[in-house]
């Protein structure tokens, strides 16, 4: 008997503890979803523009959307052998791809976003906003590193996220990216 009432105790509590390795149970019962995200543009320099972008919700749930509204002097060899040649989406105007990311971002109550090195990443999501004032409302403001979570965590933050995830694909490509973050981020916390 003592058994089955554990068992009737915990196993609501189990099914809370997965849904909270989701996504943060917040007070008043919102949910907030962290969203693994990564760009590629134009090159590390101030004037940088978006090619492309791919964000993966901590669930799975996934976007992927590049423009053909990129600075196209500033892309070098290196760019197109690296981003360009490895595109495999049909890309738009940059108004379309950010209402794109907007509306998929609005399935989630609240949302953290991650990242590596996110400095270029982060000003790059800004911007298909109009700034970082006018980031979707659902939007946490602070965006998360994963450089710095690994340096937290005694990881050197210059290890191949690739070996450390034990993924392989398509490096440069947003998506391929998003996806590594993610898994590099559940290794981390496990």
Not at 86 to 113: K, R
Request: overall charge negative; some cysteine.
């Amino acid at each position: 008997m003592i058994n089955k009432i554990i068992e009737l105790f915990l196993t609501p509590i189990a099914w809370l503890w997965r849904r909270h390795e989701r996504a943060h149970l917040c007070p008043g019962g919102v949910m907030t979803t962290k969203v693994f995200f990564d760009t590629e543009f134009t090159g590390l320099h101030q004037t940088t523009t978006l090619i492309s972008i791919a964000m993966v919700a901590d669930d799975g749930r996934e976007f992927y959307g590049a423009t053909f509204d990129y600075e196209a002097g500033q892309v070098d060899q290196w760019i197109k052998e690296n981003v360009l040649d490895h595109l495999d989406i049909e890309t738009v105007t940059i108004e379309e791809l950010a209402n794109n990311v907007g509306e998929w971002l609005s399935q989630f109550d609240q949302v953290e976003m991650w990242s590596d090195c996110l400095a270029y990443d982060w000003v790059l999501f800004c911007d298909l906003f109009g700034g970082a004032m006018r980031i979707p409302s659902n939007v946490y403001y602070i965006p998360f590193d994963l450089a710095t979570l690994f340096k937290i965590c005694g990881v050197d933050p210059d290890v191949s996220r690739e070996e450390f995830a034990g993924v392989e694909g398509k490096k440069h490509n947003a998506l391929h990216d998003a996806r590594v973050i993610r898994v590099c981020y559940k290794k981390l916390t496990k």
